[in-house]
């Protein structure tokens, strides 16, 4: 998925749909907390913060909750890309 700087979720492929049954739209309505563990978010969001700060890209392994409702680990790459 792509986020513009302010976190709001811009595109989705076709298998992020598939895993957690969330479209753009819904997440721009409903926002991603639902989706990560609740002992993970805080951690998950700091990290993010930081790699949109620096720039640099960073790499994060977290459970996000398929549509099926089970959490299952997955790892990430956020790279910011400016201007």
Do not use: C
């Not at 739209?25 to 563990?37: F, N």
């Not at 930081?50 to 549509?67: D, N, V, Y």
């Amino acid at each position: 998925m792509i986020s513009d700087a302010e976190g709001r979720i811009v595109w989705a492929n076709d298998a992020w749909v598939g895993y957690t049954g969330m479209t753009p739209q819904m997440i721009a309505a409903e926002g991603l907390r639902r989706l990560h563990e609740p002992d993970s978010y805080t951690e998950v969001r700091r990290r993010w913060t930081e790699a949109k700060a620096s720039g640099e890209a960073i790499e994060i392994t977290f459970p996000l909750r398929g549509q099926d409702g089970r959490f299952r680990p997955f790892h990430t790459r956020v790279t910011p890309l400016r201007n």
